[in-house]
Nanobody, 124 residues
Framework: QVQLVESGGGLVQAGGSLRLSCAAS????????MGWFRQAPGKEREFVTA????????YYADSVKGRFTISRDNAKNTVYLQMNNLKPEDTAAYYC?????????????????WGQGTQVSVSS
């Protein structure tokens, strides 16, 4: 089992920045691929970004490329999501997720463990 706890959400003005953290406990964190997803009210959960544990390869949704950066610190069992130049359409609950492996990093179905989410609200 892997337990995930997100933090760092909040209210920010458009153009501002936030850094989300996802602290993992349980199994060996460094062996898990990690992803971030988000869900806005009335919308389906959507992929934001992900990172492979073995290669460090990263993946981004087109809507966040150039603005968001995923990183991980295996020594701290933590994955981060740095969000810059935030837009009102980034408003959502953000969830981190973990999987031993999935062929499609952008699909939520491939992830086994989920955090409880942290709210990000961007005002215009």
């Amino acid at each position: 089992q892997v337990q995930l706890v997100e933090s760092g959400g909040g209210l920010v003005q458009a153009g501002g920045s936030l850094r989300l953290s996802c602290a993992a406990s349980g199994r060996t964190f460094s062996n898990y691929d990690m992803g971030w997803f988000r869900q806005a009210p009335g919308k389906e959960r959507e992929f934001v970004t992900a990172i492979r544990w073995s290669s460090g390869r990263t993946y981004y949704a087109d809507s966040v490329k150039g603005r968001f950066t995923i990183s991980r610190d295996n020594a701290k069992n933590t994955v981060y999501l740095q969000m810059n130049n935030l837009k009102p359409e980034d408003t959502a609950a953000y969830y981190c997720a973990a999987t031993r492996w999935t062929s499609v990093m952008s699909s939520s179905e491939g992830y086994d463990y989920w955090g409880q989410g942290t709210q990000v609200s961007v005002s215009s």
